[in-house]
């Protein structure tokens, strides 16, 4: 499914099976996972993607080829490809452990085509195994809306927030449902906003363990120590601010988001943090990767056709999905 320019309903197409290059593996996808990016770039959200271009950096399938010099995998091999797709390895960012952060990185379905596809050649380097428990659809949605979330959730907890008991998560999605049961196995109470009115997310929301669900419109029961915003709306952040204690953090775990409104001072007052997340580096995924199976974390998914992305990507907007969407080619 090929995006030809911003704005254009993908097209059907048929395409060479790309040839892996130096270091690159050629994988037979098996699923992808629709992320709420992919809908920023076909929105035209994210400047200058690979035009034509195959949306989708949450790739589960099978090594089908090697690359010259291509090491760490053999064919038939199940692996995963995330959005991080490639870094310069030199520069400043990359140098300090921070790769997430490089200043050249090459992104899977934005610089480089995606998993929306039959087939998709990535560097081995940037490939993960995956844990042997999840179906290849179940496993998708860790690749993105699980490390992401995962990223997110770290910095939440991180120094020098202080003591996290009561994690706030807005926007009930496909990230949120995989990092409220993390932060529940952690022994973390999470409190869940959604849409106002959105009783279905709600009700999710409560099924994964979540203690207090509601319209992000309404206040929390208590302070937060933390929140996660994941849903790409910036008048958030103030609400967000309003519900942690002094001290919390708030975390944007989003790549895009709408103009943050202005905001009194007093609410980021008393050492209040407002940060965001970008990316994700190799280290979270293998951490990540490691932790799931042992939570262990169970992912929703609902599985459409690969050839209906324009349809999953519709549904996404509408905010129609609980859980995840994967495409099965
Ligand atoms: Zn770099
Ligand atoms: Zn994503």
Not at 189 to 194: D, H, L, P, R
Not at 275 to 304: C, K, M
Not at 315 to 320: D, S
């Amino acid at each position: 499914m090929v995006l030809d320019a911003p704005g254009k309903p993908l097209r059907s197409a048929e395409l060479e099976v790309p040839e892996p290059g130096p270091g690159q593996v050629l994988i037979e996808v098996a699923a992808c996972g629709v992320c709420r990016t992919d809908l920023h770039i076909f929105d035209g959200e994210l400047p200058h993607p690979k035009l034509p271009l195959v949306l989708g950096h949450e790739i589960v399938g099978r090594v089908a080829a090697l690359g010259k010099n291509a090491t760490g995998f053999a064919i038939g091999d199940r692996v995963g490809v995330p959005w991080l797709g490639g870094t310069d390895g030199t520069c400043r960012y990359c140098r300090e452990g921070r790769e997430n952060l490089c200043d050249n990185p090459r992104f899977t379905g934005y610089h480089i085509d995606g998993g929306y596809a039959g087939y998709a050649a990535a560097d081995a380097s940037f490939v993960f195994k995956l844990p042997e428990a999840y179906s290849d659809a179940e496993a998708a949605p860790l690749l993105c809306a699980g490390l992401i979330g995962y990223r997110s959730l770290k910095l939440a907890i991180a120094p020098p927030g202080g003591e996290v008991s009561r994690l706030g998560i807005y926007g009930f999605g496909a990230a949120a449902h995989i990092v409220a049961q993390v932060a529940k196995s952690q022994g973390r109470e999470v409190y869940a906003f959604t849409r106002p009115g959105d009783r279905p997310a709600q009700n999710f929301a409560r099924s994964l363990g979540a203690v207090w669900a509601a319209g992000s419109d309404e206040p929390p029961s208590q302070a937060l120590d933390a929140a996660i915003i994941f849903a790409p709306f910036g008048a958030l952040v103030p609400a967000a601010l309003n519900a942690v204690r002094k001290g919390g953090v708030v975390v944007c775990g989003g790549i895009h988001m709408s103009d943050i409104p202005s905001f009194p001072y007093e609410i980021l007052w008393e050492e209040r943090v407002l940060r965001s997340v970008a990316n994700l580096t190799r280290e979270d995924a293998r951490e990540f990767l490691a932790l799931v199976p042992e939570v262990p974390v169970a992912t929703r998914v609902s599985t459409i056709p690969l050839d209906a992305a324009n349809e999953a990507l519709d549904r996404l907007r509408q905010g129609e999905l609980t859980g995840a969407a994967v495409l099965i080619p």
